[in-house]
């Protein structure tokens, strides 16, 4: 990684925007030895009143009464990011689901984003902005692995979407807030840091039933932030697996995944169809060259690589449209064999 002044880059895409490290214009994926933490669970928590917490309670009886599978916990909130000339530094915080549903996820938010500017000249500054974790997962034979969501999930139930959920602070703190013994020997900020990073190796684990040891290492593309719902943020993975498509179709098919009823179909899109998103994106290659190139022929509208990619798109969720994105920017995703 270069030495010279580092920024981030902010570019928006439709219901997904974009967070990318760069240094001297070129965007790199960072590995885990460039990432850094503040954790202050107090001072980077949203800020709230007692009109929104009856709002929070009244969203939050409604969604469960209405899906008995939710439950509330404890999340880490991201408050906000910074570059250091060599490190990403993440703002964390806590906050938890039910808080999500409130602000985030509530047809009002645009009402709390717009009193947060003006109250705190910060637009984020009541939204709960749960941390979410995402792996793009490539196989040895060069194939993108993306799950169908269950219809039971509280958020884009039977979208397409990449393995994926939250790092959890009860992993690593007990109720008083103290860390938990085999975490005592760390710092908080470390400890916070090995739960963030880990937590997306962990979710490909549950949700595909893989072995941990078949993800190789993983690197961090940026950050996606879903527009539609108040700019919810998540920290975007990538990671090759040392492993076939068809071992992680066999081996999903199986349902022995410790979440194997939060999806209920795995695709493995191949590296034919991967070659034609820089082109259906083509308007979104904000940095030049960073999507790299697709042949200029017109393709058939019948040949399956193109309906491939456009089902992919159309049916994605926000998070992984963007992880695309940032995957694309990083020339990690795979477009010939």
Not at 275 to 283: D, G, M, N, T, Y
Request: glycine share 6%; proline share 5%.
């Amino acid at each position: 990684m270069n030495k010279c002044t580092a920024m981030l880059t902010r570019a928006s895409f439709g219901n997904v925007d974009i967070l990318v490290p760069t240094w001297a214009s070129v965007s790199a994926a960072i590995s885990r030895s460039y990432l850094g933490a503040k954790f202050e669970s107090e001072n980077f928590a949203r800020k709230t009143s007692k009109h929104i917490e009856d709002e929070i309670d009244a969203i939050w009886k409604n969604k469960c009464a209405k899906n008995d599978r939710l439950y509330n916990a404890s999340k880490f909130r991201l408050a906000g990011c910074e570059m250091t000339q060599r490190n990403l530094v993440l703002r964390l915080g806590l906050t938890c689901y039910k808080d999500l549903c409130g602000t985030n996820l509530s047809e009002n938010f645009p009402l709390l984003q717009a009193k947060g500017a003006n109250d705190f000249s910060n637009k984020q500054a009541y939204m709960s902005d749960v941390l979410g974790v995402g792996l793009i997962a490539v196989t040895s034979d060069a194939c993108l692995v993306v799950t169908r969501r269950a219809q039971w999930t509280g958020e884009y139930p039977g979208a397409l979407d990449r393995p994926g959920g939250h790092p959890e602070p009860n992993n690593i703190f007990l109720p008083d807030g103290s860390l938990k013994p085999d975490y005592c020997h760390f710092k908080p900020e470390e400890a916070v840091l090995q739960e963030v990073w880990g937590s997306a190796r962990q979710e490909a684990v549950d949700e595909l039933g893989i072995s941990e040891a078949n993800i190789g290492e993983v690197s961090l593309m940026g950050v996606a932030l879903n527009t539609e719902a108040g700019d919810r943020p998540s920290l975007e993975f990538f990671a090759k697996l040392d492993v076939s498509s068809e071992h992680v179709t066999e081996t999903y098919r199986l349902g022995v995944q410790a979440e194997a009823e939060e999806s209920c179909s795995v695709h493995l899109l191949r590296p034919q169809t991967l070659a034609l998103l820089p082109r259906l994106l083509q308007p979104h290659s904000f940095i030049e060259g960073a999507a790299g190139s697709t042949d200029d022929k017109d393709e058939p509208e019948e040949d399956i690589h193109i309906q491939e990619a456009r089902w992919l798109l159309q049916e994605a969720t926000p998070a992984l449209k963007g992880a695309l994105l940032l995957a694309l920017n990083t020339r990690l995703l795979p477009l010939s064999l």
